[in-house]
């Protein structure tokens, strides 16, 4: 079983114990995520902790997203309880890269990408398949493509 789905769990136990209302709600909605993620397809599987921080990647994303629709809506409640539910997951989260590293990154895709004969835009499928691996749950998936396209045109 992957350790990070073990911590979640062992996470939530805590919560509980200790009343702790956002937090145990939280970590119960990734648990859900992650269960739906194992039985979807075919057959039941097993994720590897790589998996896991996909999907809470994905909901972090999905409370990003609520914080700002809620924040354009005057509500601010709303927004404040979606943020809790973030810093919560973000715990779970490796840090995210800073502007340098992630030029640094590109650069050294594109420059890989050019040496197998791709260039331009033609280059993008290649340059996202080299940094995705190294960039997962650090860096928002629309703000990646917009830096890369940006540096291939």
Known sequence: MAQLK???????????????????????MALTAITNEEVSGKESRELSDAEVLSVLTKEAKKRRES????????RKDLA?????????????????LSEQELEGI????ITEATSQGATGMKAMGIVMKLIQ?????????????????????
Do not use: C, W
Request: proline letters at 3%; zero cysteines.
């Open 67 to 74: 914080v700002d629709a809620y924040m354009q809506a005057n």
């Open 6 to 28: 073990d911590q979640l769990k062992k996470d939530l136990t805590d919560a509980i114990k200790s009343h702790n209302q956002v937090i145990s709600g939280t970590l119960r």
């Open 80 to 96: 404040d309880k979606e943020s809790a539910e973030l810093s919560v997951l973000e715990k779970y989260l490796p840090a995210a």
């Open 106 to 109: 590109i650069a050294k895709a």
């Open 133 to 153: 691996p190294q960039t997962v749950g650090r860096v928002d998936g629309t703000l990646l493509a917009n830096k890369v396209k940006e540096k291939l045109s």
